[in-house]
T-cell receptor, first 116, second 109 residues
Framework: GAVVSQHPSRVICKSGTSVKIECRSLDFQATTMFWYRQFPKKSLMLMATSNEGSKATYEQGVEKDKFLINHASLTLSTLTVTSAHPEDSSFYIC????????????FGPGTRLTVL | GQNIDQPTEMTATEGAIVQINCTYQTSGFNGLFWYQQHAGEAPTFLSYNVLDGLEEKGRFSSFLSRSKGYSYLLLKELQMKDSASYLCAVVDSNYQLIWGAGTKLIIKP
């Protein structure tokens, strides 16, 4: 089946630094990738949608200059949290889908970010 | 390897009850999530089980048996709006999410 990986699985950084999270589709071409943030009440908040080769579409309330998304290829999207602060500490999850099956998203295992 | 199994698709009738099963084989266990996802929307949280047993929340209930590596989501009094994909996800020993492929539930009048 379709596999989506994320790297790193967990990261701890100091306040003010930037952190890059990678999301890769291992055995399929992901025309669209989604980035979510999981909150303590277990809900997933969609942060942005990115299509390969174009700019990401951010959800209302998500700062695009703080959460930089790059979908440079059909198998890789990156989320960079710039000037991270403790309130950015969270579990970030990506998902991917192909153009041939827009109803199915394949989810990554998540990246736990802790900002000190 | 790690594996989550759930049926690909299920069909049920409005007003009826449906049970969606999820079996898992993972390296460790730190809880199991059920999410509902309508087409084109973000998944919404339904339940989180970490102890064995049944948890009821309105029309939805979730059951877990850690010894059997098994969970189910029970939906009662089905409504047309319950037509969606239902995702099972297990938190493994590294606190990573292992996702099932999702079960597409079709509700017929």
């Amino acid at each position: 089946g379709a596999v989506v990986s994320q790297h790193p699985s967990r990261v701890i950084c100091k306040s003010g630094t930037s952190v890059k999270i990678e999301c890769r589709s291992l055995d399929f071409q992901a025309t669209t990738m989604f980035w979510y943030r999981q909150f303590p009440k277990k809900s997933l908040m969609l942060m942005a949608t990115s299509n390969e080769g174009s700019k990401a579409t951010y959800e209302q309330g998500v700062e695009k200059d703080k959460f930089l998304i790059n979908h440079a290829s059909l198998t890789l999207s990156t989320l960079t949290v710039t000037s991270a602060h403790p309130e950015d500490s969270s579990f970030y999850i990506c998902s991917a889908r192909t153009s041939g099956d827009v109803d199915t998203q394949y989810f990554g295992p998540g990246t736990r970010l802790t900002v000190l | 390897g790690q594996n989550i199994d759930q049926p690909t698709e299920m069909t049920a009738t409005e007003g009826a009850i449906v049970q969606i099963n999820c079996t898992y084989q993972t390296s460790g266990f730190n809880g199991l999530f059920w999410y509902q996802q309508h087409a084109g929307e973000a998944p919404t949280f339904l339940s989180y089980n970490v102890l064995d047993g049944l948890e009821e929340k309105g029309r939805f209930s979730s059951f877990l048996s850690r010894s059997k590596g098994y969970s189910y989501l029970l939906l009662k009094e089905l409504q047309m709006k319950d037509s969606a994909s239902y995702l099972c996800a297990v938190v493994d020993s590294n606190y990573q999410l292992i996702w099932g492929a999702g079960t597409k539930l079709i509700i017929k009048p």
